[in-house]
């Protein structure tokens, strides 16, 4: 389900319940609260399950780190190690900072493992510990230990627009968008009858999805800004909650005018409102 959907959804049923009041209500407020409330409920999630659900976790794909020493960053103390720094969004805040979920290399071959910064700072400089691959997190600025030019970083953001869209996988004939870039990553296609050898890009044409040929098509931009219609980053049953607690906390409505006001050939997620 996309952020749209969402906020679409919650406008219609908060219409239905005080009529005109559409033209009061800013959709980037809306917007706004199911981001909020989407955080607040995994922090819940997570104290009462002490589970990390998948569904919550945005990979940034490949991450430019800095490279910095203590005598260049202020957060640093004293010390001979050399850091990556890189900033990152906003994540929600966890126990052990598991909205940083996951740090590797630009590889994904080796892992970097959380540690607090007091915890860091207080090895012996030279000790066998601190020579192995940590990283922590002060504010918005990411540190690893050692250097890495470049990492795979993987968050449980604050707000899912703030992430990336990574667009890896193939682009199969009669997926081709109007207005999207795509690069041939092997062999020939032939698109809108104009032929394409590899490494060649073409732009997607209204009313034309398919190629023909053995080539490989991908997408060119393969990091791209989510928005308000990709997937969201919540589960259904997540979802169901979010609304409810803007409806009735924010907006103050029952949960029969709810029941009540739902319009027909609702999404699934308020039907099951409804039937709670």
């Known amino acids: 389900m996309t952020l749209r959907q969402i906020q679409d959804d919650l406008l219609q049923l908060l219409t239905r319940s005080t009529p005109g009041i559409e033209t009061r209500i800013e959709k980037r407020h809306l917007r706004y609260k199911v981001n909020e409330k989407r955080a607040k409920t995994i922090k819940e999630n997570y104290m009462r399950h002490r589970e990390v659900q998948p569904v919550w976790l945005q990979r940034l794909g490949e991450l430019k780190f800095t490279r910095v020493t203590s005598s260049d960053d202020p957060n640093l103390l004293s010390c001979d190690c050399t850091f990556g720094k890189a900033t990152i969004p906003a994540v929600v805040s966890l126990p052990d900072d598991l909205g940083v979920y996951r740090v590797a290399s630009s590889c994904n071959t080796k892992k970097y493992y959380p540690i607090k910064p007091d915890r860091f700072f207080a090895f012996d400089n030279g000790s066998v510990r601190s020579k192995s691959k940590y990283f922590f997190r002060i504010g918005n600025s990411l540190y690893v230990s050692p250097y890495i030019k470049e990492g795979n970083v993987t ?122």
């Open 155 to 276: 968050l449980i953001l604050e707000d899912p627009l703030t992430g990336w869209n990574l667009k890896t996988e193939t682009v199969q004939s009669g997926s081709i968008l109007e207005g999207v870039t795509y690069v041939v990553e092997s062999g020939t296609v032939t698109y809108n009858s104009v032929l394409y050898q590899k490494a060649s890009t073409f732009v997607g044409v209204a009313g034309v999805a398919t190629y023909t040929g053995t080539g490989v098509v991908k997408h060119n931009d393969k990091k791209v800004a989510m928005t308000i219609d990709d997937d969201y980053p919540m589960s259904h049953t997540m979802t169901e909650q979010v609304v409810m607690q803007i409806l009735t906390n924010d907006y103050k409505i029952e949960s029969q005018t709810i029941s009540e006001q739902a319009p027909d050939g609702q999404d699934d997620t308020i039907v099951k409102i409804n039937e709670q």
